[in-house]
Antibody, heavy 124, light 110 residues
Framework: QVQLVQSGAEVKKPGASVKVSCKASGYTFTGYYMHWVRQAPGQGLEWMGW????????NYAQKFQGWVTMTRDTSISTAYMELSRLRSDDTAVYYC?????????????????WGQGTLVTVSS | QSVLTQPPSVSGAPGQRVTISCTGSSSNIGAGYDVHWYQQLPGTAPKLLIYGNSNRPSGVPDRFSGSKSGTSASLAITGLQAEDEADYYC??????????FGGGTKLTVL
């Protein structure tokens, strides 16, 4: 079955960077866009952007431009999200989520499945 | 402040029917983008509940239904059960093709 497994929890100091991984299985990794969504404690869902695992092309939410980098390693079917210059309000659970739309058919699909989430805590 | 507006909370007794609204604008839902709904049980990742405005993935009970009209959408849950207690989020896109989520609605089963 289609599954996304993310890396473990991280604790970082303000100003540092964090890189979260998302390993895909059960489908052709390069065939579907991968999105990243975060959720601060007790808050709602916030979309960060997507990566086209086939081309490596990205589309970041305006808020995160210049601050987030999404990459992938097709040899191990893994997507990465790196956030730099961390602040305390970046403390959140970060999710990867696959869209239903095959690459090249559009970028406005729904998200299914989701990874289990990675808690990133930013604290001095 | 979310682009898509949901009520912060709704509640209902077991067996009752509740609805959750998702109000957008001509830049997102009203522009023709589909609305999708997710259920998030405490401490877990969101799970797709309704896609394409009104379609249920396999395994989702038919107690859950969705609709869309104009710049709004709604999720209805009939025959409310204790296990339905969760947070619910609507999701769509805007004209910049950025995904947008509603602020989330906490459903309490009384």
């Amino acid at each position: 079955q289609v599954q996304l497994v993310q890396s473990g929890a991280e604790v970082k100091k303000p100003g540092a960077s964090v890189k979260v991984s998302c390993k895909a299985s059960g489908y052709t990794f390069t065939g579907y866009y991968m999105h990243w969504v975060r959720q601060a404690p007790g808050q709602g869902l916030e979309w960060m952007g997507w990566i086209n695992p086939n081309s490596g092309g990205t589309n970041y939410a305006q808020k995160f431009q210049g601050w987030v980098t999404m990459t992938r390693d097709t040899s191990i079917s893994t997507a990465y999200m790196e956030l730099s210059r961390l602040r305390s309000d970046d403390t959140a659970v970060y999710y990867c989520a696959r869209t239903n739309l095959p690459v090249g058919t559009g970028t406005t699909g729904w998200f299914d499945p989701w990874g289990q989430g990675t808690l990133v805590t930013v604290s001095s | 402040q979310s682009v898509l507006t949901q009520p912060p909370s709704v509640s209902g007794a077991p067996g009752q029917r509740v609805t959750i609204s998702c109000t957008g604008s001509s830049s997102n839902i009203g522009a023709g983008y589909d609305v999708h709904w997710y259920q998030q049980l405490p401490g877990t990742a969101p799970k797709l509940l309704i896609y394409g405005n009104s379609n249920r993935p396999s395994g989702v009970p038919d107690r859950f239904s969705g609709s869309k009209s104009g710049t709004s959408a709604s999720l209805a849950i009939t025959g409310l059960q204790a296990e339905d207690e969760a947070d619910y989020y609507c999701q769509s896109y805007d004209s910049s093709l950025s995904a947008r989520f509603g602020g989330g609605t906490k459903l309490t089963v009384l």
